[in-house]
T-cell receptor, first 115, second 112 residues
Framework: DQQVKQNSPSLSVQEGRISILNCDYTNSMFDYFLWYKKYPAEGPTFLISISSIKDKNEDGRFTVFLNKSAKHLSLHIVPSQPGDSAVYFCAASPNSGGSNYKLTFGKGTLLTVNP | DAMVIQNPRYQVTQFGKPVTLSCSQTLNHNVMYWYQQKSSQAPKLLFH???????NEADTPDNFQSRRPNTSFCFLDIRSPGLGDAAMYLCATSRPWGYEQYFGPGTRLTVT
């Protein structure tokens, strides 16, 4: 049973336009969400995160929005650049009360930004 | 640069022949994780260590074992690889009470 779902396997956008990547989750215990970016032949790298006490977090061209009632988050990239072409993974973690925060990942969305 | 290193990057093993994958880190993080990622699937956590404390996921097959001899190194042992174990294996580290995990480049395992 997938607890983190990225329903779009791929997305193609034009350079300079907005890219919107979506993620849905089912586990109400998740309280921290992260986006990772992965280039071919490299490991995932952390991009941006958001705590459940917020509904928006912004870092340069990247903004993550969280809608807790809908159990939905999205990553906006504005403006999109060809170097943003990669697989984007959504990940979520519960606050287990311990010191190790386990991440549950979605399957990823392949973003292609066309020049 | 502080980093997570995985060796080898590509590993071919025969059906049933034990194989060991290696991960090392220069970040001095207490927590180390091993994930399995099959094609077009989400990375799946196999187990993790907090220092020497080993934590196995409930659905990780017994065929998979791990060792962490010191803070810097962690090994994934597959005792009798089956064809279904062919996958990318990702190692990651994190600080205690830190959500962000730092990943290595992965080892692509092929089972023939």
């Amino acid at each position: 049973d997938q607890q983190v779902k990225q329903n779009s396997p791929s997305l193609s956008v034009q350079e300079g336009r907005i890219s919107i990547l979506n993620c849905d989750y089912t586990n109400s215990m998740f309280d921290y969400f992260l986006w990772y970016k992965k280039y071919p032949a490299e490991g995932p790298t952390f991009l941006i995160s958001i705590s459940s006490i917020k509904d928006k977090n912004e870092d340069g061209r990247f903004t993550v929005f969280l809608n807790k009632s809908a159990k939905h988050l999205s990553l906006h990239i504005v403006p999109s650049q060809p170097g943003d072409s990669a697989v984007y993974f959504c990940a979520a973690s519960p606050n287990s009360g311990g010191s190790n925060y386990k991440l549950t990942f979605g399957k990823g969305t392949l973003l292609t930004v066309n020049p | 640069d502080a980093m997570v290193i995985q060796n080898p990057r590509y590993q071919v093993t025969q059906f049933g022949k034990p194989v060991t994958l290696s991960c090392s880190q220069t970040l001095n993080h207490n927590v180390m994780y091993w994930y399995q990622q099959k094609s077009s699937q989400a990375p799946k956590l196999l187990f993790h260590y907090y220092d020497k404390d080993f934590n196995n996921e409930a659905d990780t097959p017994d065929n998979f074992q791990s060792r962490r001899p010191n803070t810097s190194f962690c090994f994934l042992d597959i005792r009798s690889p089956g064809l279904g174990d062919a996958a990318m294996y990702l190692c990651a580290t994190s600080r205690p009470w830190g959500y962000e995990q730092y990943f290595g480049p992965g080892t692509r395992l092929t089972v023939t």
